[in-house]
């Protein structure tokens, strides 16, 4: 591989300095900037936590991988088509993590494109590195973090670390300074640096940056680890975003750290865990969920260094499964009890991009990898491939229902009050499944558990196929039916079942009896405000080869918001106008393998009259005092009684707009697409939007010869880019501008490109085919303009 396609990294504070003056010269001579290929354009997508979980820990993850750059893995910035096996280290867990730190043992280590794109779509901060590890080397650089700056009034590097981030477009940094300075008086000065680089950055980047420091240097100028917060590391502590502490602590230490934060500050306090286990005090590897919860009960939030040991470790062949249970489903060899990661963390809803015009949320299931690539459902790249930056979110909720663990988290997440589906109803099994894919690699599976066929199940649980008992949209699952609901069954159904109990021997209650029997899948926590009579639109992708029908279902809750836009649902909670109101959509149809992409909107209720005629003490009314709101906080797929087999999901968009006018979706005149309810069905821009590429360029790249291909486009980085090269798909990136040619020193060739962009479900808008001439190495680049 060409040292042209790897990713930028700083090896000395020298070399960073000289990339920047270099930067400075090109937007004065406007011409092209170093490394522009690089820049990751998408945004950090904001999350919120649940209510309940506000004050629960937050999770790091620091991805220490083999040194950083790893050859087959991130090396390369625009992944990998072909890839020798299609196995690469990917995040399962995004939906835990908060911040995702790229930690590799050189001087400034800027997070890979494709990492940055792959934390900022699942709404994820990433940070890069910079290290000062002990030699005479490094403490010479080191010391000069504390060169002034022209203005006299901070410092040279801060600046200029600071405008790294916002080029390459990460977060911040984590700063390892393990090497002392010249003298205390150079590290006392190290805090006044600090503190100037996070107002830096702050200013720059925005106010989700972080500088987060790591527990090493003293303010005594001595490589010092304190494996907490203490009087020792409190000042570096009070000046960064963060302390990250070492690695060897024990219970009370960490005890002590929190009370010493204060209840304020705590959440900043990340109190590191060294997944290997080399020499802590605390069980590690499978168990680090053991020492989570120690943290937990302290209150910080925690820090996991190295969880790539599943990979690193115990191979690539087993990984997924591994990975499974490292986050999910690991239990206490002795008692049996649930000791996973997500035990401890309370997951995140899932990204909604939100912008003035309009709220989307969209996942194509796709990990980022696979052993093919696939477009609207056909296959175009038949070779495997790597590339994080086209991970999309996967469901908030993996389980095993037929687990401990899988029962355990499921009755731990409905008690909390985040998922919708009782315990007991999981009972469809979900994994990635990289045999069919709508859009990119993976599809969600989802399989019928053959115990819900068990006579037992059919004793406890009356079935659904009476037209009677088939409709429960106005059931939540959380108490038993109302007297308005369509339960209880009827007498001679009731007697009908009676008999089958009594046949088996066994006494069912009531509550059982008339209960719904339904399969649920919980999938994504969500974050969507709606006003009231707003229309809110779906397009759902699926490739069904099973017996049965398949809903999808949304729940949600009216609240309010002040004049300041604080949502509240106090003046509710008494309401029962605020519980949770499911709204269901059938998708199930003579669907037979195939992929089909169909489309339903519904519009949101409108307040309901008790509220809108509540009186305040000053006589006001409740909806003239403060503005209601409809969230829709849970999508879940329900499985009805009939269903068998499987089914896999390709792909899920949502999507609500503030405009009133409304479009119809202009298909590809092969997708299904029908409309639920009387509202028409809204296309998101990125639907509407054609293909606007510019020009298509084949030139040197990196002064090496390597050749690559760039185009330019006037779109907001949302969308993909396929390349075809002699119409045989070449690529794709999440970025335009940059497809690597592997082509010979001095040849000369002609290629049909065409450069495609790829829209929110797996839409493709295909370009223009164009003839461009590869350059041999002694002749000028050739521009052909599309």
Known sequence: MSTATLCRKFSDLDELSSWYESLLCSRASKSREPDDLQISRSRLRP????????????????????????????????GYFPHESGTAYWIRAFELIDTFIYFSHTRVAVPPATWTTASHRNGVCCLGTLIFEFTKEATADARKLLTPNAGGIGYHYADVLAQVANYFGFDGYLLNVETVLGSSAEAREMLNFIEYFK???????????????????????????????????????????????????KEKQVFDGAKLAGMVYRLDLW??????????????????????????????????????????????????????????????????????????????????????????????????????????????????????????????????????????????????????????????????????????????????????VSPYQEAIFPSSDDSESSDWSSYSGRSPPSPSAPFPPSPEYK???????????????????????????????????????????????????????????????????????????????????????????????????TWVRKSFSFQVPAIPDRLQGERSETGAGLSERRRFRFVINHLDVVCSDNFAGAIRLGSLLLFSSSSSASERVGGDGDDSCESVGKSEVEAPPSLRAPARVTGVVV??????????????????????????????????????????????????????????????????????????????????????MI
Not at 756 to 766: E, L, T, Y
């Open 47 to 78: 999350r919120h936590r649940h209510p309940d979980s506000i004050l629960s820990p937050r999770l790091l993850v620091c991805h220490d991988f083999k040194g950083g750059y790893s050859a087959n893995e991130d090396a390369d910035f625009q």
């Open 199 to 249: 107002f830096a950055l702050h200013k720059l980047v925005g106010p989700h940056a972080r500088v987060i420091w790591y527990d090493s240097l003293t303010t005594e100028n001595k490589i010092s680890y304190q494996d907490c917060l203490n009087l020792t590391t409190l000042p570096f502590f009070r000046v960064a975003d963060g302390l990250f502490t070492n690695y060897f602590w």
């Open 271 to 452: 109190t590191g865990i060294d997944v290997w286990g080399r020499g802590v005090h605390y069980p590690a590897k499978f168990g680090v969920g053991k020492a989570m919860k120690q943290i937990e009960q302290a209150g910080t939030s925690i820090a996991l260094f190295a969880p790539a040991w599943v990979y690193e470790d115990l191979g690539s062949a087993e990984f997924e499964m591994n990975d499974y249970r490292f986050w999910y489903t690991q239990t206490d060899e002795e008692t049996g009890d649930p000791t996973s990661i997500s035990r401890s963390i309370s997951p995140h809803p899932a990204p909604v991009l939100h912008s003035d015009a309009h709220q989307l949320f969209y996942t194509s299931f796709t990990t980022g990898h696979g052993t093919s690539f696939f477009v609207n459902g056909k296959k175009e790249f038949a070779q495997s491939w790597v590339n994080h930056a086209l991970q999309t979110a996967l469901p908030t909720y993996p389980h095993e229902s037929q687990t401990i663990s899988g029962q355990a988290y499921a009755k731990a997440l409905y008690d909390k009050g985040i998922s919708t589906a009782p315990p007991g109803s999981f009972k469809i099994t979900c994994s990635i499944d990289y045999s069919s894919a709508f859009y990119g690699g993976s599809s969600l599976k989802l399989v019928s558990d053959p115990h819900n």
């Open 495 to 593: 007697s009908r079942r009676r008999s089958s109990d009594r046949s088996l021997g066994r006494k069912v209650s009531a509550t059982q009896m008339y209960k719904p029997r339904v399969r649920v899948v919980p999938l994504f926590l969500l974050d969507f405000e709606l006003r009231p009579l707003q229309v809110f639109t779906f397009f759902v992708s699926f490739f069904k080869c099973v017996k049965g029908d398949v809903k999808i279902r949304l729940a949600g809750y009216w609240t309010t918001a002040d004049g300041a836009g604080n949502a509240s649902a106090g003046d509710l909670s008494n309401s029962e106008d605020y519980s949770e109101r499911p709204f269901e959509a059938d998708l199930s149809g003579s669907v037979l393998n």
């Open 699 to 784: 030139e040197r790249y990196g002064g090496e010869g390597a050749r690559a291909l760039r185009w330019a486009d006037d779109g907001e980085g949302t969308a993909e880019w396929i390349v075809y090269v002699n119409r045989r798909m070449a690529g794709v990136t999440a970025a335009p501008g940059w497809l690597d040619q592997q082509r010979s020193a001095g040849a000369e060739s002609k290629m049909e490109v065409r450069v495609d962009s790829v829209g929110w479900g797996g839409a493709i808008v295909r370009g223009t085919e164009e003839t461009v001439v590869s350059p041999r190495d002694d002749v000028d680049p050739v521009e052909t």
